[in-house]
Each structure stands twice: as structure tokens, then as C-alpha cells.
């Protein structure tokens, strides 16, 4: 290339010209970074990556060097961007993402390794979580899966905080840095023992108000589209009991201790031993949907890939080892 062409090329963010030619920032640079930026501080980003805050400050150094310029604002109480350091960081995770693809196409395989965190509901971990992790290993060999259950308000969160790589739960909140899967529906029904409530098995949504209603704790994605959805129609609760797990609430149902809403596919060994009733509102409990949910910018196409898995084996009518009897 001459001289006057190579000049007349537009200047990148991540290249710093000078008489003895180019200065490229290194990959490692970018990461520390994206990561710093992304997290909101060095020691969050070098734990994130597994290294001293040391060689993530000296990594930012060097790639401000690079640029000519600084990233970051030091003189800001928390750390925050300069106007340089926010326009270079979608270019950055640009080419991050590049750089997994590369490595990809180049290698034929898939270049991912390390711990998946990921974040699901009671329900998913019942019926077809084992059948999640079994398929990502299948795709995935040298990823470790490293599942939590926990209620959906707080994996979103925790989501949104970069603790978790993606999400399968319930009401994702609508934040544009967020993408959410659609996954399948899940028809819920209210059950109790068989003689307690309603003399009837189909009775009108406000009868279900003389009875106290075991549900899920706050916090949970189900518990909160439910009681709105029921409190919309009319129904006022005399008394609500919480517990957080699912086999539990059943039990105590069993035992006539009130009226709940569950799953009748996966409890159906229950009713039709005669532990539990169904109990059937006019207006019925509507379907209630799940989703797979992600960063919509993370680097990594990994968690995009596992929530098209998802959307391909989810069925809440299975039952998983773990919930077998």
C-alpha cells in the first residue's frame, strides 16, 4: 500500500499512528476494557476475568496509550466513561464478538469453555432443567453448566447485574438491554384436598375468596402474574400463606390447609391418586408464558445459542429425576 493511501484511511479508536507505523490494541486490552466499563469498576472486571486488578489496570493503561487518550474518568467519584471511552465500547464488544467467531471458524469447533451461570424458576428445575443440561453438554462439551433457582425477580436482577449468562423465568422486565426468547405457556389450575372448598368443582373466580390462598413468596414471577391477574378480576384474598417451593404448597393442600395453583400436568400423579382436586374458575387462570432471556450486547453468542436450545426441549409436563417420586 503507498503512503498517500495509507494516510488517507480513516483513523480507528483502537489504532494509534506514529512514524515507526502502528500500535494495535491487543484483545486482552479490550477485554479488561469492555469489562471494566460493562461491570462498573476494575475489581469487579478482574474478578469477572479471573485476574489481579493490577493486570486489569495495567491492560487499560495500555490500551489508552494505544488510542492516545483516556477511557475512563478518574476524576469522577464513581467510574464512569469519557466521551471517548463511550463511543470506542460498542466497538469493542464488536470486536470481542468477532474474535469468538473467528476462533470458531478457524478452529471448526466451538471455542467455549469455562462456567455457563444461568438463572431458572422452582417449575423449569421440576420438569426439564436435567434435559437443558444434558443438551448443552451434547453441544457444548467443555462448558460447566452452573444452574441457580431462585425467583424470577431475582435472577432478572441478577441478570441485569452480570452475574448470570441467561434467564428462564417469567415477566422479564422491558429493559432494552434485555432479550427475551419465548418459550412455552404453562396452564395453571387451583387444586385442594379433596372434600375442602367448594362443594363444586366449577365455580365463579370470586367463591375462591372464602378461602385462604397458599402461593408463592414474593419475589416469584408466577405468585405476581397470578394474584394481579386474579385482584384485576375482582378477588380479594382473606388470608395468603407463602412458601417458595412448589412440592410444598401441594402438601399442604393435600393436608386441607387451603387453596393453591399449580401445574395439574406435573402434579397429575397426585389428583389421580385422589391427594388433590382441581377446581375449575369462571374466568379460568389465563396461560401464563415463560421466557429465555439474555444481555442483548453480551460479547458472547453463547447464551443466545443455549436460549435457541431451550426454545427447542422445553415441555413443562415432564417430570425431571430430581422430581420423580
Request: glycine content about 6%; some cysteine; aromatic content about 8%.
Amino acid at each position: 500500500m503507498k503512503e498517500s493511501e495509507e494516510n488517507s484511511l480513516p483513523a480507528s479508536p483502537f489504532f494509534m499512528r506514529g512514524r515507526f507505523g502502528e500500535m494495535a490494541a491487543s484483545i486482552k486490552q479490550l477485554e479488561a476494557f469492555y469489562w471494566a466499563a460493562t461491570l462498573g469498576g476494575f475489581t469487579e472486571a478482574a474478578r469477572h476475568l479471573n485476574l489481579a486488578q493490577s493486570t486489569v489496570s495495567k491492560r487499560i493503561i495500555e490500551l489508552e496509550s494505544v488510542v492516545g487518550g483516556a477511557l475512563f474518568d478518574r476524576g469522577a467519584s464513581a467510574l464512569a466513561l469519557t466521551r471517548a471511552g463511550m463511543a470506542s465500547l460498542p466497538i469493542a464488544a464488536d470486536v470481542l464478538a468477532a474474535e469468538l467467531r473467528f476462533r470458531e471458524a478457524a478452529s471448526g469447533t466451538a471455542p467455549f469453555t469455562g462456567a455457563f451461570r444461568f438463572g431458572t424458576t422452582e417449575l423449569v428445575a421440576l420438569t426439564w432443567l436435567s434435559s437443558l443440561i444434558v443438551a448443552l453438554k451434547r453441544t457444548y462439551p467443555n462448558v460447566v453448566p452452573m444452574p441457580d433457582v431462585a425467583a424470577s425477580r431475582d435472577l432478572f436482577a441478577r441478570l441485569g447485574a452480570n452475574e448470570l449468562d441467561l434467564v428462564i423465568a417469567l415477566d422479564p422486565p422491558p429493559r432494552p438491554d434485555f432479550k427475551a426468547i419465548p418459550l412455552a405457556s404453562v396452564t395453571l389450575e387451583w387444586v385442594a384436598a379433596p372434600g375442602y372448598g367448594p362443594a363444586s368443582d366449577q365455580v365463579p373466580l370470586a367463591e375462591m375468596a372464602r378461602y385462604p390462598i397458599l402461593s408463592q413468596a414474593h419475589g416469584s414471577g408466577l405468585q405476581a402474574l397470578v394474584l394481579d391477574w386474579a385482584a384485576a378480576n375482582g378477588l380479594t384474598f382473606n388470608r395468603v400463606a407463602e412458601c417458595n417451593s412448589l412440592n410444598v404448597l401441594a402438601g399442604l393442600a393435600a393436608a386441607g390447609l387451603g387453596v393453591t395453583y399449580l401445574t395439574a400436568s406435573y402434579f397429575e400423579a397426585d389428583i389421580a391418586r385422589g391427594s388433590l382436586r382441581i377446581i375449575r374458575t369462571d374466568p379460568p387462570i389465563p396461560p401464563i408464558r415463560y421466557f429465555a432471556v439474555y444481555r442483548a450486547l453480551d460479547v458472547s453468542p453463547l447464551p443466545a445459542r443455549i436460549a435457541a436450545i431451550t426454545q427447542k426441549i422445553c415441555d413443562f409436563s415432564a417430570r425431571s429425576l430430581h422430581g420423580k417420586n
